[in-house]
């Protein structure tokens, strides 16, 4: 027989498994029986049947907890509870529930929830608006993208070059009506032809530019037979592009035919200047030396004046055929330089003195401002620099008037060396300061222009020997004040 303190250790047990059962705890426990000297089996098969709904209740709890948490997957055993059976049936609705959303995730829209009661409704009743929403969008898509087809065949079919676009095979898919008539192409059915069979040759090129993943256009010049009796000359751009995921190829063909022959006529040109006008010029240049050294016998003053007009007449037309065939080297890359350490300082003031004639006939002055510590090295062509400023050092007395100085300024901005050059004139109009470097532009329109000569081209060159040596050439200008020209060279370290 259990003592009175016994049973009512036993009646405490139950009361706090019945309190945790009846407001939901997460601590449930089971009463240790063993521990306790119970002979009762009334009181047994009450303590046994709590410690079976605690354990139910435990693992119902538990279950809950994980598909709170979104763990579909937990085991519930058999349990004949009927919320152990109802949440089993809510935890197989559950997973039902996300194959079915996974289902219309990847595409497939005709999926149906036939359980969960008002939420199945709910759920079908999105699913449809997902689905009507799906078409209008299609539709929508369908219909900007035939207008984009309309409009890019709208402007491949106006433009004057030839189009091309291919597969990563070389077979076309696209082309316009000005590709047929610049080659010469009858057959209006190309879709899925090699363009190989149009334009030989080209197949290399665009091996290379499919192969190589940092390459994106190729550009070349080509000349192609149309008949035995008929040639064009072409360029050709080639694009790699993406374009729906895919690579494509687009080829753009210009007729440069007409460039070419300009290009000839521009170097029959050259070539008369330089040896059917070069040549006669220096024998004038030569005799007019001649004559006025008395040689052949005494002269008067007024043919002394004349002879210098002449001489000075003919040493401007020989600078003008320099600086064509200068600007025509350039242009053909074909001109060399002799790059070599030179100190600043020194070459500046060679500079200097080589110009000092013409700037004194001129009635000018030089001013020299050195603002640097040290006769720092840079590494250039001498003679070339010198062609360069000597340019700026004619520009300014071109724009400057007389009994003004030209005003040079060395100056240091940490590994770059700047050389300005300052004159005092009409400055520059705000009509071609983009023009400045252009070829054949004049950078004032003063009287004195036409008294001291030059056709455009003293800026355009030095531009281009500045570049070549990997320096910046830039300019401040203000009407009626004057203009500066700053060179920047890279200091040789």
Do not use: W
Not at 329 to 339: L, R
Not at 363 to 375: F, G, P
Not at 394 to 407: D, F, L, M, R, S
């Amino acid at each position: 027989m259990k003592s009175h303190n016994e049973l009512d250790i036993v009646l405490d047990k139950i009361n706090d498994l019945l309190e945790a059962l009846a407001y939901g705890g997460k601590d449930f426990f089971l009463i240790e029986t063993n521990s306790l000297n119970i002979y009762d089996e009334k009181v047994l098969k009450l303590l046994n049947n709590l410690n079976k709904l605690a354990e139910d209740n435990i693992e119902i709890a538990n279950a809950i907890n994980s598909i709170a948490k979104g763990d579909l997957n937990c085991k519930l055993s058999n349990n004949k509870n009927i919320v152990a059976q109802n949440l089993k049936t809510l935890q197989m609705r559950l997973k039902h529930l996300v194959y079915k959303t996974k289902m219309i995730a990847s595409g497939d829209y005709e999926q149906h929830l036939d359980f969960l009661g008002e939420l199945s409704d709910s759920f079908n009743f999105m699913l449809e608006k997902l689905k009507t929403s799906i078409a209008t969008i299609e539709e929508q898509s369908s219909q900007i993208k035939k207008y984009q087809d309309q409009k890019f065949d709208i402007i491949i079919n106006n433009m004057k070059e030839g189009i091309f676009i291919l597969d990563v095979n070389n077979n076309i898919e696209t082309y316009n009506q000005a590709a047929l008539n610049l080659l010469r192409i009858n057959d209006y059915d190309l879709v899925n032809k090699n363009i190989e069979d149009f334009l030989p040759g080209i197949k290399n090129h665009l091996a290379t530019i499919l192969s190589n993943n940092e390459l994106y256009e190729i550009k070349l010049e080509k000349t192609i037979e149309l008949s035995q009796l008929e040639k064009v000359d072409i360029r050709i751009d080639i694009n790699k592009v993406f374009t729906d995921h895919k690579k494509r190829i687009i080829l753009i063909i210009t007729d440069i035919s007409e460039f070419k022959e300009v290009q000839r006529l521009k170097d029959q040109f050259l070539a008369v200047v330089s040896h059917e006008l070069r040549t006669p010029v220096t024998i004038i240049n030569g005799y007019l030396d001649l004559i006025a050294s008395g040689i052949c016998g005494t002269i008067d003053d007024d043919i002394k004046v004349m002879i210098e007009k002449s001489r000075l007449n003919c040493s401007r037309l020989n600078s003008i055929i320099n600086d064509l065939l200068d600007i025509e080297k350039f242009e053909s890359e074909k001109i060399a330089f002799n790059m070599q350490k030179h100190k600043c300082i020194d070459i500046v003031n060679e500079i200097i003195k080589i110009n000092q004639d013409l700037i004194e006939k001129n009635n000018m002055s030089v001013l020299l401002h050195n603002n640097l510590k040290e006769n720092i090295l840079i590494y250039i062509d001498g003679n070339r620099l010198t062609q360069a400023v000597t340019n700026l050092i004619t520009n300014a007395i071109k724009n400057a008037p007389e009994y003004t100085p030209i005003e040079f300024h060395l100056k240091r901005n940490q590994n770059t060396l700047i050389i300005a050059v300052e004159d005092h004139g009409c400055g520059i109009s705000d009509e071609i300061k983009n023009k400045v470097f252009d070829k054949f532009i004049q950078a004032d329109s003063s009287d004195s222009r036409s008294t001291k000569g030059g056709v455009g081209l003293g800026l355009s060159i030095a531009k281009n020997i500045i570049e070549k040596m990997n320096g910046e050439i830039s300019f401040e200008t203000e009407v009626n004040k004057g203009t500066t020209f700053y060179i920047k060279l890279p200091i040789y370290q």
